[in-house]
């Protein structure tokens, strides 16, 4: 054994004792843990096997064994059943690297320069064993939520695990029987209030959705009662109800996918299915965007969904056309960042206050393509009533429904007051 090894053998218990203090120091959730002596003593004395087991392996390239990640899983089982936080189980992990790179270090400056070669041999070793470590770790955590948890915590457990990018969901999705590809759509359903007996309504439905549709699902509410987000994460490739694969994303526009999100059309059945379900259920007015992306990138997809919801109309079913994309509202997430071109548009929406209905006029003759027989319909009103009511838009603002201006402002205005933007 050369003399990093040796040194590093008689630095892993004081390590350990060091490590142990860190977590206790560092994270708040460690520090409760720690009040118990029989799990700190099991802390300590893993932190001690797995410095030895390193030395022992690492001078000439050994893998662990499976006992040795057994018992490495069997730890993160232990620490899921104290209740540990997914986030506090992240955070551990990434300070014992921290430390273990440290402590490396700290011995190879204590050979005052030697031992090149036996640094690369450890270096050599600790990356792909470490990512062995962890996963069984991760494994382990995840058998010991699924325990602890009722079902319906584990969906959102995986669904925010998912959006936060912690390797910890492919097992969790395992174990419940999901699975977890390459490429989803993100879906956030706006819900702008719905009060105290709303919110506690809200978990029969999320659950129903849950059981009904076997997709991620996480209810985000707002403190006090006003409102939230139902985050779904469905994977792009799983079977729907009805048996029917939904298209996985093609090659060639996966590019384009993961920059601006699903191109017009491209949202599968099972999201728009799920979408009216929930809107149907829920009673109230709400919005939905969905964004398309691989799994690397579900924060970034979330951020899109979550603005799209906000730009889209708020309507109540069953006037309700599925989630919308980024190809259904640039033009009003534009705006929104222009706050003079934002306030212009609310001008011309407040022209139209005088007449009689013209902003739901206007939302359903361009919902229905300008076709007039359709619009009418909807409203149900003669069609020279819609007519009258589009030469009253044009009396008050100045513009041609029908023109290109027209279609361009008004139908921008239309959906920036239907989305509550400016309330």
């Given at each position: 054994?050369?003399?990093?090894?040796?040194?590093?053998?008689?630095?892993?218990?004081?390590?350990?004792?060091?490590?142990?203090?860190?977590?206790?120091?560092?994270?708040?959730?460690?520090?409760?843990?720690?009040?118990?002596?029989?799990?700190?003593?099991?802390?300590?004395?893993?932190?001690?096997?797995?410095?030895?087991?390193?030395?022992?392996?690492?001078?000439?390239?050994?893998?662990?064994?499976?006992?040795?990640?057994?018992?490495?899983?069997?730890?993160?089982?232990?620490?899921?059943?104290?209740?540990?936080?997914?986030?506090?189980?992240?955070?551990?992990?990434?300070?014992?690297?921290?430390?273990?790179?440290?402590?490396?270090?700290?011995?190879?400056?204590?050979?005052?320069?030697?031992?090149?070669?036996?640094?690369?041999?450890?270096?050599?070793?600790?990356?792909?064993?470490?990512?062995?470590?962890?996963?069984?770790?991760?494994?382990?955590?995840?058998?010991?939520?699924?325990?602890?948890?009722?079902?319906?915590?584990?969906?959102?457990?995986?669904?925010?695990?998912?959006?936060?990018?912690?390797?910890?969901?492919?097992?969790?999705?395992?174990?419940?029987?999901?699975?977890?590809?390459?490429?989803?759509?993100?879906?956030?359903?706006?819900?702008p209030e719905c009060g105290a007996a709303g919110e506690?309504?809200?978990?029969?439905?999320?659950?129903?959705?849950?059981?009904?549709?076997?997709?991620?699902?996480?209810?985000?509410?707002?403190?006090?009662?006003?409102?939230?987000?139902?985050?779904?994460?469905?994977?792009?490739?799983?079977?729907?109800?009805?048996?029917?694969?939904?298209?996985?994303?093609?090659?060639?526009?996966?590019?384009?996918?993961?920059?601006?999100?699903?191109?017009?059309?491209?949202?599968?059945?099972?999201?728009?299915?799920?979408?009216?379900?929930?809107?149907?259920?829920?009673?109230?007015?709400?919005?939905?965007?969905?964004?398309?992306?691989?799994?690397?990138?579900?924060?970034?997809?979330?951020?899109?969904?979550?603005?799209?919801?906000?730009?889209?109309?708020?309507?109540?079913?069953?006037?309700?056309?599925?989630?919308?994309?980024?190809?259904?509202?640039?033009?009003?997430?534009?705006?929104?960042?222009?706050?003079?071109?934002?306030?212009?548009?609310?001008?011309?929406?407040?022209?139209?206050?005088?007449?009689?209905?013209?902003?739901?006029?206007?939302?359903?003759?361009?919902?229905?393509?300008?076709?007039?027989?359709?619009?009418?319909?909807?409203?149900?009103?003669h069609p020279r009533t819609l007519d009258y009511r589009?030469?009253?838009?044009?009396?008050?603002?100045?513009?041609?429904?029908?023109?290109?201006?027209?279609?361009?402002?008004?139908?921008?205005?239309?959906?920036?007051?239907?989305?509550?933007?400016?309330?």
């Amino acid at each position: 054994m050369g003399s990093l090894f040796e040194e590093l053998a008689r630095r892993a218990s004081a390590s350990a004792r060091r490590e142990v203090e860190a977590y206790v120091r560092e994270i708040p959730e460690f520090a409760r843990l720690d009040a118990d002596p029989r799990t700190r003593a099991e802390t300590l004395e893993y932190a001690v096997w797995l410095r030895r087991r390193t030395i022992e392996l690492s001078p000439h390239g050994g893998e662990l064994t499976e006992a040795d990640l057994g018992f490495i899983a069997s730890m993160g089982e232990s620490r899921a059943g104290t209740g540990l936080s997914l986030e506090s189980r992240q955070r551990i992990l990434r300070l014992h690297t921290a430390l273990m790179l440290r402590e490396i270090n700290e011995a190879t400056d204590a050979q005052r320069g030697g031992g090149a070669d036996e640094l690369l041999r450890m270096m050599g070793w600790f990356a792909p064993q470490g990512e062995r470590g962890i996963g069984a770790y991760c494994a382990g955590f995840a058998t010991g939520l699924r325990r602890r948890l009722p079902y319906g915590e584990q969906v959102a457990l995986l669904a925010r695990s998912l959006l936060a990018g912690d390797p910890v969901a492919v097992e969790l999705g395992r174990g419940m029987g999901m699975e977890v590809p390459e490429w989803w759509v993100v879906t956030v359903i706006r819900v702008p209030e719905c009060g105290a007996a709303g919110e506690r309504d809200l978990g029969g439905e999320v659950e129903a959705l849950v059981k009904t549709y076997q997709v991620p699902v996480v209810w985000c509410g707002v403190e006090g009662g006003g409102g939230g987000e139902l985050i779904a994460v469905v994977p792009v490739g799983s079977v729907e109800g009805g048996g029917s694969p939904v298209s996985p994303v093609p090659p060639a526009s996966a590019s384009l996918t993961s920059l601006s999100g699903p191109v017009p059309g491209s949202v599968p059945d099972l999201v728009c299915d799920l979408v009216r379900d929930f809107a149907g259920a829920l009673g109230r007015p709400c919005a939905a965007g969905a964004a398309t992306a691989s799994r690397s990138d579900l924060a970034d997809a979330l951020d899109r969904a979550r603005r799209i919801s906000r730009a889209a109309p708020l309507r109540r079913a069953p006037a309700w056309p599925g989630p919308h994309t980024l190809a259904d509202v640039f033009v009003e997430l534009a705006v929104a960042d222009v706050p003079p071109a934002d306030d212009w548009l609310h001008t011309v929406a407040r022209r139209l206050d005088p007449g009689p209905d013209l902003l739901a006029t206007l939302d359903a003759y361009y919902r229905h393509d300008m076709n007039r027989a359709n619009a009418a319909a909807a409203l149900n009103v003669h069609p020279r009533t819609l007519d009258y009511r589009l030469r009253r838009v044009r009396e008050l603002t100045g513009i041609a429904p029908a023109s290109t201006h027209g279609v361009r402002v008004l139908s921008s205005v239309v959906t920036r007051r239907l989305s509550g933007a400016w309330n």
